[in-house]
């Protein structure tokens, strides 16, 4: 672990500040370059149906639904604690898509943000972060759902205190050492299979959007620009019940309160009828740390396009 999981858990003035006007703007969905996706594979879930207490169905031991207890645990709600220093049986997890899927749903692209720049190529996106260990799987496909193979795959999201690193925008940080850091920013290529697997912890939140994470799929060789020819830009979420638990009783967590936005009312996907083609499929491994999946299919020729639905943010949070 770095010195960086002995910094200040109390929310800087600053970042309240930030966080009001990220939800001002709204950041509701911007024209990225030709993109569009579908998603296929399990489902996620809303407020009434969380989805998150099934493993993820390969029949080995090494995972269980997150609501049963496990012996290893590092906390009285099963989750391992310590950041992606926890990770360390990552080869006995279960393969989240051996079932496979024969139809594919279409999802739609979302805002790029004005909190992402360039990421190095790394799979561990921690910097040695704190928080509660996620091993975060991506499958990617085509529509006829054949995997891509050397696509890269681009991931960045807040640390634990909903922070972001980074020379960005100074309404995403303004502390030095945090502007001056890229922790939570990577990118990986994906195998012969469409996969790949990062490393990280599970975001923190900021008002106006329920935790999430964003991601941008390339080919070719990787550009970090904005403004980057992308074949998909997007955002993943997770499933409303489980993010309230972690903020209720999770060790660094539970410091920050309830966030304020959910699904529902999430100004990038709170318009969608149905939120669960961009929610991870969740897991607990029986060292307790988080297995989060999804598959992404994009279209391999020129498509129609269509954007997520969003629905307005909400208000400060409660700190």
């Known amino acids: 672990m770095t010195e960086h999981a002995d910094r200040p858990e109390t929310p800087r003035t600053e970042t309240l500040s930030r966080r009001e006007a990220l939800r001002a703007l709204g950041w509701t969905v911007a024209s990225v370059p030709l993109v569009s996706t579908l998603a296929c594979g399990g489902s996620g879930g809303s407020d009434d149906d969380a989805g998150f207490g099934t493993d993820s169905g390969s029949g080995s031991?090494?995972?269980?639904?997150?609501?049963?207890?496990?012996?290893?645990?590092?906390?009285?709600?099963?989750?391992?604690?310590?950041?992606?220093?926890?990770?360390?049986?990552?080869?006995?997890?279960?393969?989240?898509?051996?079932?496979?899927?024969?139809?594919?749903?279409?999802?739609?692209?979302?805002?790029?943000?004005p909190c992402h720049t360039t990421s190095p190529e790394r799979a561990d996106v921690s910097d040695g972060w704190d928080g509660l260990p996620v091993r975060l799987a991506l499958k990617v496909v085509?529509?006829?759902?054949?995997?891509?193979?050397?696509?890269?795959?681009?991931?960045?999201?807040?640390?634990?205190?909903?922070?972001?690193?980074?020379?960005?925008?100074?309404?995403?940080?303004?502390?030095?050492?945090?502007?001056?850091?890229a922790y939570f920013r990577g990118y990986v290529r994906t195998d012969a299979e469409g996969r790949v697997d990062f490393d990280t912890v599970f975001p923190g939140w900021y008002s106006g959007r329920c935790v999430h994470i964003h991601f941008r799929i390339q080919?070719?060789?990787?550009?970090?620009?904005?403004?980057?020819?992308s074949t998909l830009v997007s955002q993943l979420f997770f499933p409303d019940e489980l993010v309230?638990?972690?903020?209720?009783?999770?060790?660094?967590?539970?410091?920050?309160?309830?966030?304020?936005?959910?699904?529902?009312?999430?100004?990038?996907?709170?318009?969608?009828?149905?939120?669960?083609?961009?929610?991870?499929?969740?897991?607990?491994?029986?060292?307790?740390?988080?297995?989060?999946?999804?598959?992404?299919?994009?279209?391999?020729?020129?498509?129609?396009?269509?954007?997520m639905s969003g629905a307005g943010g909400g208000g400060m949070p409660p700190r």
Not at 80 to 109: E, H, K, M, N, R
Not at 220 to 229: K, V
Request: proline share 5%; charged share 20%.
């Open 61 to 113: 031991d090494a995972s269980e639904g997150v609501d049963a207890s496990s012996d290893d645990a590092s906390t009285p709600t099963g989750w391992a604690t310590g950041g992606t220093a926890s990770i360390v049986d990552a080869d006995a997890y279960p393969d989240p898509f051996v079932a496979g899927s024969s139809a594919c749903a279409l999802t739609c692209q979302a805002t790029i943000g």
């Open 244 to 307: 309230r638990s972690i903020f209720a009783g999770e060790p660094l967590y539970d410091g920050y309160g309830t966030p304020d936005t959910f699904l529902g009312d999430d100004n990038v996907v709170g318009g969608e009828e149905d939120p669960s083609p961009y929610v991870c499929d969740v897991a607990r491994m029986s060292d307790g740390v988080m297995l989060a999946s999804k598959t992404i299919v994009i279209l391999s020729s020129s498509g129609s396009l269509c954007t």
């Open 219 to 229: 080919m070719g060789s990787y550009d970090g620009a904005d403004s980057a020819s």
């Open 142 to 181: 085509d529509e006829s759902c054949t995997p891509i193979e050397n696509a890269i795959v681009e991931i960045w999201h807040t640390n634990y205190r909903g922070i972001y690193s980074g020379r960005i925008s100074t309404m995403c940080n303004s502390d030095e050492e945090d502007r001056a850091a």
